[in-house]
């Protein structure tokens, strides 16, 4: 892998990454834009302990632009947008309009392939390891940031989840503090270690695989399951057989291997309600042990990727219990859902 580092024309850095070691990225974005200016504001909530952004700015984002506009595909053709380069295989920069800034985070934009009609599962393994190697070394970057706790790398795919522009792509989180979802994990992961002696997660996964009924698939150095209790209608979880903290950590087998699973996974999803239907929306996230806490070395990584969609044309809301309490209500039974997920296999 080459890994080029430039600015946009309003001083925002862009990173290309690319598989072969000779590539030159010396494009200039000639783009009269001005500075950037975010209002990004963290403020926590006295009841629940947890924290909102404020990031006004956003309402002015780019939304639904037509296709022969969109701002992540590659300059060429008349078009100009975040990327300078006629074409590139893997380009992360800092959003323009995000949600964390300054001494209140980071957050980046990582575009898959300059190929606007693809999605992440029309990648070629060797396209999706480049995509891994890029969610790597910005975990590693955004680690050395003083404002940085915690790396959240992920995916939103589908206008149903709320994307706004058609191109693949996903988002790095750079968080300053420690998101509530992984203070659960690690309060449940310390309260299992005072209880039993063992790792929380190394016993999840062990159960998964011992019960079986909710694998989806497992390989040498990987495992994927429904999780016992799903909250989500096809909700896949996938863990790298050697517990590791982030993917830094993960060795050269898991890494070798992550493509040929990833995909296979999503090309599943795409597969679960039939032949006809439109591209299944997902959520895809990594889930990454926050920096300098207690229990770091007992949390694992992990993939979770899930769709809202519940069955054909119906979508599952987050209403009433869901949204006033947290309490889910799952429709389809996790058992299900991974037979559902064993019978899709790519051929």
């Given amino acids: 892998m080459k890994k080029t580092v430039t600015t946009l024309a ?12 000779d590539t030159v990225r010396d494009a200039v974005d000639h783009r009269p834009l001005d500075p950037v200016s975010t209002s990004s504001e963290i403020r926590r909530d006295p009841l629940l302990g947890d924290a909102v952004a404020i990031a006004s700015h956003r309402q002015a984002r780019t939304y639904h632009p037509p296709a022969d506009a969109c701002p992540l595909c590659p300059t060429r053709d008349g078009r100009v947008g975040e990327i300078p380069d006629s074409d590139y295989d893997v380009a992360v920069f800092e959003n323009r309009f995000p949600s964390l800034a300054g001494d209140s985070g980071r957050c980046e934009v990582v575009c898959f392939t300059s190929d606007h009609d693809a999605s992440f599962a029309d990648l070629t393994e060797e396209q999706a390891a480049l ?21 959240f790398c992920f995916e939103n795919r589908g206008a149903e989840i709320g994307v706004t522009l058609g191109h693949p792509h996903g988002q790095i989180y750079g968080y300053p503090f420690v998101t509530p979802r992984t203070e659960l994990m690690l309060r449940s992961a310390a309260h299992h270690r005072e209880e039993t002696g063992r790792n929380l997660f190394d016993d999840v996964v062990a159960r998964e695989e011992e019960d079986g009924s909710r694998v989806v698939l497992a ?34 087998q898991a890494r070798t291997e992550f493509p040929q699973v990833y995909l296979e996974l999503l090309r599943r999803f795409d597969r679960i309600f039939g032949p006809g239907e439109p591209p299944t929306p997902y959520i895809s996230a990594w889930h990454q042990a926050p920096f300098g806490v207690p229990g770091r070395e007992d949390f694992a990584l992990h993939l979770e990727l899930f769709t809202i969609r519940r069955t054909s044309g119906k979508l599952k809301f987050l209403a009433g219990s869901e949204s006033g309490m947290s309490v889910f209500i799952n429709d389809v039974p996790p058992e299900a859902a991974a037979q559902r997920l064993r019978e899709v296999a790519s051929k």
Avoid at 132 to 141: G, I
Avoid at 241 to 246: A, C, I, M
Wanted: no cysteine; net charge negative.
């Fill in 131 to 151: 995509v891994l190697a890029a969610w790597t070394d910005r975990t590693a970057e955004l680690a050395a940031l003083d404002q940085v706790t915690q790396v």
């Fill in 10 to 21: 309003d001083g925002r850095e862009l990173i290309y990454y690319d598989s072969a070691d």
């Fill in 219 to 252: 390989t040498d150095h990987w495992t994927a399951f429904v999780p016992y209790a799903a909250h989500w209608p096809y909700e896949v979880h996938l863990y790298p057989r050697r517990r590791v903290p982030d993917l830094r950590e993960l060795d050269d």
